[in-house]
């Protein structure tokens, strides 16, 4: 798991949120360290945004059909 979702990963667990079954929208994705820790905490559907082109890693853009 990246560096990225670990902190929130973290982050989720220590103020008590949870993105499952939530709509969610991820600014400056990159690789997609935060997309991949929100869809292993259950979120419904992510949009993950990057002014960079292609940056997102592939099995990330393949996740439950995205």
Do not use: W
């Not at 902190?7 to 360290?33: Q, R, V, W, Y």
């Amino acid at each position: 798991m990246p560096c990225a979702a670990l902190k929130l990963d973290h982050a989720l667990m220590e103020f008590g949120l949870s993105p499952n079954k939530a709509i969610c929208l991820n600014f400056g994705a990159s690789t997609g360290g935060f997309t991949e820790a929100l869809l292993a905490n259950g979120a419904a559907k992510i949009y993950a945004l990057d002014v960079g082109y292609g940056q997102l890693h592939a099995r990330l853009q393949m996740a439950r059909g995205a």
